[in-house]
């Protein structure tokens, strides 16, 4: 009798040491598939040379951490978005060159006729409204809605945590989770690109490689 009560005050005891631990790994993002980019430089391929593209920003990039096909993802809650869609039409320039050795230039986007990504207000009384983000082609066909929860949608946009940061909030102190879009998915089904990404772990640069594919 007395074992058993021992053994079930060191499980319990074991259990109580448990709970920081997993609220640290949750932090870090251990036990989700995808991973923020803040540790890498993000680069787009173009004829086989990276180049950097500003202002993208790393941290507002994912990606799966394992996979052949991984995919990309970006929050969808920012303006580097619009950035995307000028890569996917091929809209901008290359200048070569800069101080970066692991890099080939920068990529410089062009003044676009085309704004792809649209916000509006819906308003539900004269006080209460939710912005509504809408995702456009280059013919100005809607091709994807958000509403703009801060979290995923059970769709295309997944909910993220920022490996390794917290956020705090009325509800107190938690990972820092955004909701971030699939890129990959969203180009392959409604753009007709395909998105590759090749992740150089030694030098530390995801690059993007975007292709035309043949629509059926």
Same mark, same amino acid.
């Given at each position: 009798m007395k074992k058993r009560i021992t053994f079930s005050v060191i499980l319990f005891i074991i259990a109580i040491l448990c709970i920081p631990g997993f609220f640290i790994m949750q932090?870090?993002?251990?036990?989700?598939?995808?991973?923020? !980019?803040?540790?890498?430089?993000? =680069?787009? $391929?173009?004829? /086989?040379?990276?180049? *950097?593209?500003?202002? !993208?920003?790393?941290?507002?990039? =994912?990606? $799966?951490?394992? /996979?052949?096909?991984? *995919?990309?993802?970006?929050?969808?809650d920012t303006s580097g978005l619009e950035n995307l869609?000028?890569?996917?039409?091929?809209?901008?320039?290359?200048?070569?060159?800069?101080?970066?050795p692991f890099l080939d230039g920068q990529v410089e986007y062009l003044q676009s006729e085309h704004k792809y990504v649209r916000t509006e207000n819906k308003y539900e009384n004269a006080k209460d409204f939710v912005t509504l983000l809408t995702l456009v082609d280059r013919e100005g066909k809607v091709i994807y809605t958000y509403e703009?929860?801060?979290?995923?949608?059970d769709n295309l946009v997944k909910s993220i945590i920022h490996q390794g940061m917290s956020r705090t909030s009325n509800r107190g102190s938690g990972p820092a989770r955004d909701p971030y879009l699939n890129i990959t998915a969203l180009f392959r089904?409604?753009?007709?690109?395909?998105?590759?990404?090749t992740v150089d772990e030694e030098h530390k640069v995801v690059t993007i490689r975007m292709n035309k594919m043949e629509e059926k």
């Open positions: 932090t870090y993002g251990v036990f989700q598939k995808e991973k923020v !980019l803040s540790d890498y430089a993000v =680069a787009v $391929d173009v004829q /086989g040379k990276s180049y *950097q593209t500003w202002p !993208l920003v790393n941290s507002f990039a =994912a990606m $799966d951490k394992k /996979g052949e096909d991984r *995919q990309l993802y970006y929050r969808i869609f000028q890569l996917a039409y091929r809209e901008f320039e290359v200048k070569p060159g800069g101080d970066n703009q929860t801060g979290k995923g949608d089904e409604k753009l007709h690109v395909d998105v590759k990404l």
